[in-house]
């Protein structure tokens, strides 16, 4: 987590800084800095609190000139959210200057070690542990920035995206990445440092991604030279060219990137399978699965590992895979699975699911599984991101950026893609007919429409939401496929509006929620038709005699949960195994209401980042 931009060129830095940071904020939002050099002073700025409290702050702090500069948004890791722990931070003799996304796990005994060498902290931060280390080698060793930076890096164990310049010579700004992204933006006798390619779109379609373990010195007028940390070899610039708009990452008139999100549902899953899926002729057509197909249908199980909103997607998954393809799944905890010893055999299929391709523990889990032999897809959202690089292949979702922290178009993307993936084997293992297959290529195309008759129901959530909003506790039930959806419905509330939530099997209510309810309980229960339809209705029925109040989200014209109901939200049928992609739905607009109606940040609850780059 944390954002980080840097920019030096021939332009003024700080419109460009502070805008970059507006944009990475969904990384972190405890607190922000920038500092800039003018051509003879260097002048840092940071502040607890928002980018926008850093700009009102900064503005009447310090002149904001200068064509060099960095800037940083903050997730607390090492002390807490305030000003001195906030980055920019700056070496004891004042010339040294960092930005840091990560974490420095021996940042203890190199502190000692400085201490002891009569450098002084002002903070609790790893980050300025490791500035004044790379001052302390820089001095001792009379080298170059680039270098220095090199020979301290050599000294940490952790995880960093860092950018460093020294105000003595603002010609350059040195870069490094190890467990962390860092996107170089390359322009004409100018370059842009972020934690993804957003800051600079509208500057330059050209961007380099760094690899783990690499370095660059950026300079101005000068080709970048790329340099793995360890050995010093030289590596060759990869240019790509960007596929992202400026349209792409704005409100485009709606109150919070998440209701934009939500709506742009329907356009994101067909973008998912455009070009993928060819109804008439009867084929799926993906790269990354046609040139493994073997993996796959020799794979003794497959294993899902992700985190969040991406392992509730795996679960889905889970059910669609066995159905179809009737291969063995089992859905990992990513952050659980690479820390416990977990048996993995060569022939196994390892699926990592990440919307932002950079979750540290979904990282890790994918390197262990490599380690252990196991061939593994990625399914990732971001184009380029990390999880992406360090696949053998992978699907994009194709959902374009998801800005507002809570995910809501990557679940339905990642299931759409996974659902693909499932249908493909199924018919290449003969697990399907040619017209059943058929048949859900049909279902699946009409997919983008029942979205957006789903999102008609748009108001009454709104109603709904009213009469709920000021719940302490509320509870998600759903069996089968709708049990996933469930757990995302009560993970949704809890992230925005801070609403206990838990989702559960709807069966296993009996075995201990069902002592919470009483009249005071709202109850969400997905009781689509089909997916176990009559004992959904039983545990409704259960509900009911508990005066718990009942919500139900039911397919439409139906009539049974209604007569129990105090509310029900109706969706449109479709066939069983794709209900999550409509019955999700109303449960991210039933959140999105509650959290404007309890003003909270929609778009950046408390404690919370968009891409989770720490374990
Ligand atoms: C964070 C986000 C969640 C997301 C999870 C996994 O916690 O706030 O929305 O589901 O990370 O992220 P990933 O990018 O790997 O899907």
């Known amino acids: 987590m944390c954002g980080i931009v840097g920019y030096i060129g021939y332009r003024e830095a700080y419109p460009i800084v502070l805008q970059g940071l507006q944009r990475l904020e969904y990384r972190g939002y405890d607190s922000a800095g920038i500092a800039l050099y003018d051509g003879s002073n260097l002048k840092v700025s940071k502040t607890k609190g928002k980018v926008e409290d850093l700009k009102n702050r900064l503005e009447s702090e310090i002149s904001t000139k200068g064509s060099i500069g960095i800037g940083h948004t903050r997730w607390a890791t090492h002390g807490v959210p305030n000003d001195i722990n906030s980055h920019p931070h700056v070496s004891n003799s004042g010339n040294l200057v960092i930005i840091h996304n990560g974490i420095i796990e021996n940042y203890d005994p190199l502190r000692q070690e400085l201490l002891n060498r009569g450098y002084t902290f002002s903070s609790d931060t790893d980050t300025e542990v490791l500035v004044n280390l790379i001052e302390d080698v820089k001095t001792k060793e009379n080298v170059k920035l680039g270098k220095a930076v090199q020979i301290a890096l050599n000294q940490t164990i952790g995880a960093y995206a860092i950018a460093v310049f020294d105000k003595t010579k603002p010609n350059e700004i040195v870069v490094?990445?190890?467990?962390?992204?860092?996107?170089?933006?390359?322009?004409?006798?100018?370059?842009?440092?972020?934690?993804?390619?957003?800051?600079?779109?509208?500057?330059?379609?050209?961007?380099?991604?760094?690899?783990?373990?690499?370095?660059?010195?950026?300079?101005?007028?000068?080709?970048?030279?790329?340099?793995?940390?360890?050995?010093?070899?030289?590596?060759?610039?990869?240019?790509?060219?960007?596929?992202?708009?400026?349209?792409?990452?704005?409100?485009?008139?709606?109150?919070?990137?998440?209701?934009?999100?939500?709506?742009?549902?329907?356009?994101?899953?067909?973008?998912?399978?455009?070009?993928?899926?060819?109804?008439?002729?009867?084929?799926?057509?993906?790269?990354?699965?046609?040139?493994?197909?073997?993996?796959?249908?020799?794979?003794?199980?497959?294993?899902?590992?992700?985190?969040?909103?991406?392992?509730?997607?795996?679960?889905?998954?889970?059910?669609?895979?066995?159905?179809?393809?009737?291969?063995?799944?089992?859905?990992?905890?990513?952050?659980?699975?690479?820390?416990?010893?977990?048996?993995?055999?060569?022939?196994?299929?390892?699926?990592?699911?990440?919307?932002?391709?950079?979750?540290?523990?979904?990282?890790?889990?994918?390197?262990?599984?490599?380690?252990?032999?196991?061939?593994?897809?990625?399914?990732?959202?971001?184009?380029?991101?990390?999880?992406?690089?360090?696949?053998?292949?992978?699907?994009?979702?194709?959902?374009?950026?998801?800005?507002?922290?809570?995910?809501?178009?990557?679940?339905?993307?990642?299931?759409?893609?996974?659902?693909?993936?499932?249908?493909?084997?199924?018919?290449?293992?003969?697990?399907?007919?040619?017209?059943?297959?058929?048949?859900?290529?049909?279902?699946?195309?009409?997919?983008?429409?029942?979205?957006?008759?789903?999102?008609?129901?748009?108001?009454?959530?709104?109603?709904?939401?009213?009469?709920?909003?000021?719940?302490?506790?509320?509870?998600?039930?759903?069996?089968?496929?709708?049990?996933?959806?469930?757990?995302?419905?009560?993970?949704?509330?809890?992230?925005?509006?801070?609403?206990?939530?838990?989702?559960?099997?709807?069966?296993?209510?009996?075995?201990?929620?069902?002592?919470?309810?009483?009249?005071?309980?709202?109850?969400?229960?997905?009781?689509?038709?089909?997916?176990?339809?009559?004992?959904?209705v039983s545990n409704v029925e259960e509900i009911k005699a508990r005066s718990g109040k009942i919500i139900g989200i039911v397919t439409e014209g139906d009539v049974e949960v209604r007569k129990l109901a105090d509310h029900v939200i109706e969706i449109p049928e479709t066939l069983e195994p794709l209900t999550p992609l409509l019955s999700t739905i109303p449960l991210q607009l039933l959140s999105y209401h509650i959290a404007v109606m309890l003003e909270k940040n929609v778009d950046q609850p408390r404690n919370l980042a968009k891409s989770v780059t720490v374990e």
């Not at 290449?428 to 049909?442: D, I, V």
Request: net charge negative; proline share 3%; with cysteine.
């Open 176 to 536: 490094a990445r190890l467990g962390s992204p860092l996107a170089i933006g390359v322009g004409e006798n100018e370059f842009f440092i972020a934690s993804d390619a957003t800051p600079f779109i509208e500057y330059t379609n050209n961007a380099i991604y760094l690899e783990d373990g690499e370095m660059a010195v950026v300079r101005n007028h000068k080709k970048l030279k790329i340099r793995k940390i360890k050995d010093d070899s030289l590596v060759d610039p990869y240019v790509q060219e960007l596929q992202l708009n400026l349209e792409q990452i704005e409100k485009g008139g709606y109150d919070h990137f998440m209701i934009k999100e939500i709506y742009e549902q329907p356009d994101a899953i067909t973008d998912t399978f455009r070009g993928r899926m060819k109804t008439k002729e009867g084929i799926i057509r993906m790269a990354g699965i046609d040139d493994n197909l073997d993996k796959f249908l020799n794979a003794r199980r497959i294993i899902i590992v992700a985190c969040g909103t991406s392992w509730h997607a795996g679960l889905v998954a889970e059910y669609i895979f066995e159905e179809f393809a009737r291969i063995p799944v089992e859905v990992e905890y990513a952050s659980e699975f690479r820390y416990r010893n977990p048996v993995i055999y060569e022939d196994d299929v390892v699926i990592a699911i990440s919307q932002s391709g950079e979750t540290a523990d979904t990282m890790a889990a994918i390197k262990l599984a490599k380690a252990q032999g196991a061939f593994v897809f990625g399914v990732c959202n971001v184009v380029g991101s990390s999880i992406s690089r360090e696949t053998h292949a992978g699907a994009y979702t194709h959902a374009g950026p998801e800005i507002g922290v809570a995910s809501t178009k990557a679940f339905t993307t990642q299931i759409t893609v996974l659902t693909l993936i499932a249908l493909k084997l199924a018919k290449h293992k003969g697990k399907l007919s040619a017209s059943e297959f058929r048949t859900y290529l049909q279902e699946l195309e009409r997919i983008p429409g029942k979205v957006k008759k789903a999102l008609e129901s748009n108001e009454q959530a709104a109603i709904v939401a009213k009469e709920y909003k000021d719940a302490t506790n509320a509870l998600y039930l759903g069996r089968g496929y709708n049990f996933p959806v469930a757990l995302e419905g009560a993970l949704k509330l809890k992230e925005i509006s801070y609403i206990h939530a838990e989702g559960y099997p709807a069966a296993e209510m009996k075995h201990g929620p069902i002592a919470l309810i009483d009249e005071q309980m709202p109850v969400f229960v997905i009781a689509t038709k089909k997916g176990h339809y009559e004992k959904v």
